[in-house]
Every structure is written in structure tokens, then in C-alpha cells.
């Protein structure tokens, strides 16, 4: 029987972690702090499917976690080499036109925007704002580690998926019967 692996490598104690091409770099290098922030924000959204979303928006939000692991693994991945190897871990424009379908989709459910709305209303429909603004902390970070830091799918995915989340968010309340609390 093979020994079960253990959960700590101590390959991080000097506060060092290794990139997908095996370079060591600083746990507060610019890259770790981007997949970190990515990292959050999927640990944000299985906080909102723990709030009872709805079934729809849950089974958006399990698409999008698994998502998230490919724009991790992008953006620990500075050379480009990780999607040629593994397939899961790449994302296409048709994954950015599911986003924008999902938009339009949970647009159609409420009413149009006049002014702008305060984040809040019901546990899960606040979440899912939270969840937005980690989404665009994270691509702040992308963006900040230069044009040729990921490939510009991977970009466009994060900005579509804050737009998707704040979607998600009136729908959530819209559903719920929660109002928007307008600025």
C-alpha cells in the first residue's frame, strides 16, 4: 500500500512557492498575489453556494470555480506552457460568450439599472457583490503584471465574470423579493 502524501511540503517555508515552470519566486512576488486573489474569489463563491443561490445561479457558480482553477493555473504558468499540456486547464472564447449569455440571461429578469444600487439585500445576493469586487481586485492584479503576463482570454474571462457576478447579484435578490436600495 502506497503512503498517503502528506498535505505540507515544506518546500515554503523560507516563503518561496514554486510556478508551473519550476522557477522559484517570493510568496508576495506580483503572480501569487494575482492566482492568490483568484484563489479567494473561488473560495468567495463556495461561501455564496452555501447561501442557497438558487439552483440556476449554483450550477453557474460550479462552472465558474472549476473556471477559476484554469485562470489560476494561467496565471502560475509564465511561460504559457500549462494549456497544451493539460486541456482542462485552458479557457476559449466560447467560454467568455457562456458568460455573456449567462449576463443577458439573468439581465432579462430585472429591471433596467436607472442609478446605481447599493451592494447588500438578501445573504446570498450580498455575496455574490462581495464576490464582484474581489473579481475585479483580481484583475487589477492581472493587469498590473504587464501585457504579456497571460493570454488575453484570460484577461476578458476575469472583467466578464465581475460583470456576470454583479448579474447574478440583482437576480439572486430580484428572485428573493429583496429591492435595490438605489444610490
Known amino acids: 500500500m502506497a503512503e498517503r502524501p502528506r498535505l505540507y511540503t515544506k518546500t ?45 445561479v449554483d450550477e453557474m457558480l460550479d462552472r465558474i470555480q472549476r473556471d477559476l482553477f484554469a485562470v489560476g493555473a494561467a496565471l502560475a504558468d509564465p511561460r504559457h506552457r500549462i494549456a497544451s499540456r493539460v486541456v482542462k486547464a485552458a479557457l476559449g472564447d466560447d467560454d467568455i460568450s457562456r458568460l455573456e449569455g449567462w449576463i443577458d440571461e439573468l439581465d432579462a429578469e430585472v429591471p433596467p439599472l436607472r442609478r446605481f444600487i447599493l451592494a447588500g439585500g438578501s445573504v446570498p445576493g450580498a455575496a455574490l457583490h462581495l464576490a464582484r469586487t474581489v473579481c475585479r481586485r483580481a484583475e487589477r492584479r492581472i493587469i498590473a ?11 476578458i474571462y476575469v472583467n466578464r465574470l465581475s460583470d456576470l457576478l454583479f448579474a447574478m447579484a440583482r437576480a439572486v ?6 429591492p435595490e436600495v438605489e444610490w
Open 12 to 56: 515554503g517555508d523560507a516563503g518561496e512557492t514554486g510556478l508551473f515552470d519550476g522557477t522559484r519566486v517570493s510568496k508576495a512576488d506580483p503572480r501569487v498575489d494575482a492566482y492568490g486573489d483568484v484563489d479567494e474569489l473561488n473560495a468567495m463563491l463556495g461561501v455564496v453556494r452555501t447561501q442557497d443561490p438558487g439552483d440556476r
Open 145 to 155: 503584471l504587464g501585457p504579456d503576463a497571460t493570454d488575453t482570454v484570460t484577461l
Open 173 to 178: 435578490n430580484h428572485r428573493l423579493g429583496v
